[in-house]
């Protein structure tokens, strides 16, 4: 039986230069066209993965909370400022053909995704771009 391309799953280890690189690319996209939308990213690696987390702003209502809540307005602030926001997750499949996972918060999980073109592969900015609807 012939191979056939299972985008979820496998994947090459992402080695360091290339780790290096497209954490570069992926800032500087955001930077370009998500400034103002995000306090800061969060891009680690993890063998064949590459997990990308914002962090937020958070809006919080001026009366918030109540009398009775257990932490002051301030303190909540803090600890959401504190509280990523996962956005994706892609997969390594050599050169710059990447898979694309969305964080479902349904699920608490990483499920499989096409890209916007309907591949299954593309590039780190391609899988942010389709990801930053969580930053709106």
């Known amino acids: 039986m012939p191979w056939v391309f299972d985008p979820n799953s496998g994947g090459t280890k992402i080695p360091a230069a290339k780790q290096q690189e497209v954490r570069q690319r992926i800032e500087k996209f955001a930077a370009e066209h998500y400034a103002g939308k995000y306090i800061r ?5 993890r063998a064949q993965f590459c997990y990308i987390d914002a962090y937020v702003e958070p809006d919080v209502p001026a009366n ?8 002051t307005r301030d303190q909540l602030i803090e600890q959401l400022r504190h509280t990523p926001t996962h956005l994706c997750r892609l997969r390594y499949f050599g050169d710059d053909d990447w898979g694309f996972a969305f964080y479902t918060y349904s699920n608490e999980k990483y499920e499989l995704s096409v890209f916007p073109n309907g591949s299954f592969t593309g590039t780190p900015e391609a899988a942010f771009a389709a990801a930053a609807m969580y930053l709106v």
Not at 64 to 71: G, I, K, L, S
């Open 41 to 45: 990213l969060e891009i680690r690696f």
């Open 64 to 71: 918030w909370p109540p009398a009775d809540w257990p932490q």
